[in-house]
């Protein structure tokens, strides 16, 4: 099946900063990956996702490319603010219609 | 709308014990899913329900059953519950399988002592 690799694991920025999450898959039939944000306590919510005709989607600040050849994709965070202190997820969808998603990205910006 | 509600939010069980966790979307939507999510693993898929009739197994499906009473409920039941079964438990909604966005209920705390 489908298997996910995300990185890191943990991630600290000053606010203001960049942040660059990455994720791997496995799967080259996958063709929809979506990125999920979790605030504490919280239940996950989507933030944007990419589908894989598509190499980049922006919205706001946050944007996410898509390497087909390379079964990689990275969310990408600018001017970072303390509300995007949260876990991160990245999924994929592979045969069978089902997400797999990443171990998570625990992000903390500081002020 | 409420969306995705989940109950109970939390429960403490005794190994051995069994006992259903419930679900229910009101956003008319064909597809169901289950996850459970323990500390640094992501979420794992237990079982999801493609439309109203049809259930299958996700990739952490032993131990668990399912049951899509109607389009708006997907109950999720634990059997004879281990300390392994620790974990916060999530049900999702979708309109269409797998692509479209998934929407999350709040969640439910399981114990399992």
């Known amino acids: 099946g489908e298997n996910v690799e995300q990185h890191p694991s943990t991630l600290s920025v000053q606010e203001g900063d960049s942040a660059v999450i990455k994720c791997t898959y496995s799967d080259s039939a996958s063709n929809y990956f979506p990125w999920y944000k979790q605030e504490l306590g919280k239940r996950p919510q989507l933030i944007i996702d990419i589908r894989s005709n598509v190499g980049e989607k922006k919205d706001q600040r946050i944007a996410v490319t898509l390497n087909k050849t390379a079964k990689h994709f990275s969310l990408h965070i600018t001017e970072t603010q303390p509300e995007d202190s949260a876990v991160y997820f990245c999924a994929a969808r592979a045969a069978g219609n089902k997400l797999t998603f990443g171990g998570g990205t625990r992000v903390l910006v500081k002020p | 709308n409420a969306g995705v509600t989940q109950t109970p939010k939390f429960q403490v069980l005794k190994t051995g014990q069994s006992m259903t966790l419930q679900c229910a979307q009101d956003?008319?939507?064909?597809?169901m899913y289950w996850y459970r999510q323990d500390p640094g693993m992501g979420l794992r898929l237990i079982y999801y329900s493609a439309s109203e009739g049809t259930t299958d197994k996700g990739e952490v499906p032993n131990g668990y059953n399912v049951s899509r009473l109607n389009k708006r409920e997907f109950s999720l039941r634990l059997e004879s519950a281990a300390p392994s079964q620790t974990s916060v438990y999530f049900c999702?909604?979708?309109?269409?399988?797998?692509?479209?966005?998934?929407?999350f209920g709040p969640g439910t705390r399981l114990t399992v002592l």
């Open positions: 956003m008319n939507h064909n597809s």
């Open positions: 999702a909604s979708s309109g269409i399988l797998g692509e479209a966005e998934q929407f």
